[in-house]
């Protein structure tokens, strides 16, 4: 059975990913120029080792939010290399849309994923990004990172515990809006 956060999933990326390829014909000359500096910027940047890998026992798989530091400060860099390179140019330096794509950061991401997992927004990353090349980014893990990088442009801090590509970890952590 289609879980209802699947089906939200696939009912945002067919609404809000459809506008986006003909807004980005739409860009002014100057619009292009800065996202073809972003994209020239991230080419030169010097890649972030990957980390060691994480011993499943290590796992953490109880239910958490995204403001419970659920991911590394190593983890956001080596996903800010990646978002920079691959997204940065549709939604924005720091997630919050751009007029060639959606805002991913902020209002944007608690309107559209409010308590949903983070392995439907994880999933979502990796089957529908970047439009048209689909998971040619990298590895699950590097769209992980990603993620990481897209928590922290939202606000959430690093913590000592690495969010690892792991369907028991990823569900059960939550994207909820940051508590006062």
């Known amino acids: 059975m289609i879980s209802k956060y699947v089906l939200a999933a696939a009912t945002f990326a067919a609404l809000a990913f459809s506008a986006p390829v003909y807004a980005q014909h739409s860009m002014t000359p100057e619009q292009k120029a800065a996202a073809a500096a972003a994209k020239a910027e991230a080419d030169a940047a010097v890649p972030v080792e ?4 994480v011993n499943s026992a290590d796992i953490d ?3 958490r939010t995204i403001w419970d530091g659920v991911f590394t400060a190593t983890q956001a860099e080596a996903g800010s290399t ?3 390179k691959n997204c940065a140019g549709c939604h924005g330096k720091t997630g919050r849309g751009s007029p060639g794509g ?3 950061t902020g209002a944007n991401l608690n309107k559209k994923w409010e308590d949903i ?3 439907d927004f994880y999933t979502f990353a990796h089957t529908q990004m970047p439009p048209g090349k689909a998971g040619t980014i990298g590895n699950e893990q590097d769209y992980v990172n ?5 928590l922290q442009l ?3 801090e690093p913590g000592t515990s690495e969010l690892v590509y792991n369907e028991d970890q990823l ?3 939550y994207i909820v809006r940051k508590p006062k």
Request: charged share 5%.
């Open 171 to 173: 569900s059960n952590i």
């Open 154 to 156: 939202h606000g959430a």
């Open 146 to 150: 990603i993620v990481a990088y897209v």
């Open 102 to 104: 959606p805002g991913i």
């Open 61 to 63: 798989t109880s239910e």
């Open 117 to 119: 997992s983070l392995f």
């Open 82 to 84: 990646l978002y920079t």
């Open 50 to 53: 990957a980390s060691e890998p």
